[in-house]
């Protein structure tokens, strides 16, 4: 554990399924915020809406609860899990039915507080 503070935002219904939003996640692990911000409002992707929304919560969490400088935070890490999985059906030939699987995903953005980067990405 590093000894820098850390603050936390998650959301846990995102209608996308885990494979695609890992692609989108994973691309600013290491950025800067103010970087990475940027980068998801001219993303071409349907989702970075919404990873930019949770971003902007694990910002405001880390100046509003533990008094953090918005200048200084980095993306310590960001991962994506499975959550849960609507079921529908689609009719095809000759009375049968074949199933539609709509995933949705879990979204975790842990940022910290640091000088300067360790990977070089900023």
Do not use: C, H, Y
């Not at 939003?21 to 800067?32: A, E, F, P, T």
Request: aromatic fraction near 4%.
């Amino acid at each position: 554990m590093s000894d820098n503070p850390l603050a936390i935002a998650k959301d846990n219904m995102v209608r996308i399924s885990p494979t695609k939003l890992s692609i989108l996640v994973n691309s600013i692990v290491n950025m800067k915020v103010s970087i990475a911000v940027n980068q998801l409002q001219f993303s071409s992707k349907r989702i970075s809406r919404t990873i930019l929304k949770v971003l902007n919560a694990a910002i405001a969490n880390a100046e509003n609860n533990n008094q953090m400088d918005i200048d200084k935070l980095f993306i310590k890490e960001a991962f994506v899990g499975k959550s849960l999985r609507m079921k529908r059906w689609r009719p095809r030939a000759k009375g049968r039915a074949s199933s539609i699987i709509k995933p949705f995903s879990k979204v975790t953005i842990i940022v910290e507080e640091r000088l300067e980067n360790k990977k070089g990405k900023a």
